[in-house]
């Protein structure tokens, strides 16, 4: 069993940064690949980034690639998502979802846990 608090969302001006952190509990968090998430008003969840279970590879959506940067602390059991440069149509609520293998997927099927979300908002 894995639980994950998400924190750091809020209402960033365009060009803005944020940080989000996902802590987890459960033993096998650093067996588990990591991924962000994001699901805007009347949108689909759509991939964001993921980091595998080490935090050696880590790929991310086209959308956010060169300004956001997964990162993982398996000694606080905590993963991350720097966002930079960020833009009005980043606003969505993000979600973490723990991996249910050490190796990355894109696909929210491959994920079998997920937070309750954290909105973020950036304005124009």
């Known amino acids: 069993q894995v639980q994950l608090v998400e924190s750091g969302g809020g209402l960033v001006q365009a060009g803005g940064s944020l940080r989000l952190s996902c802590a987890a509990s459960?033993?096998?968090?650093?067996?588990?690949?990591m991924g962000w998430f994001r699901q805007a008003p009347g949108k689909e969840r759509e991939f964001v980034a993921v980091i595998n279970w080490s935090g050696g590879s880590t790929y991310y959506a086209d959308s956010v690639k060169g300004r956001f940067t997964i990162s993982r602390d398996n000694n606080k059991n905590t993963v991350y998502l720097q966002m930079n440069s960020l833009k009005p149509e980043d606003t969505a609520v993000y979600y973490c979802?723990?991996?249910?293998?050490?190796?990355?997927?894109?696909?929210?099927?491959?994920?079998?846990?997920w937070g309750q979300g954290t909105q973020v908002t950036v304005s124009s």
């Open positions: 459960g033993r096998t968090f650093s067996s588990r690949a």
């Open positions: 979802a723990a991996g249910i293998a050490r190796s990355y997927s894109i696909n929210s099927n491959e994920y079998n846990y």
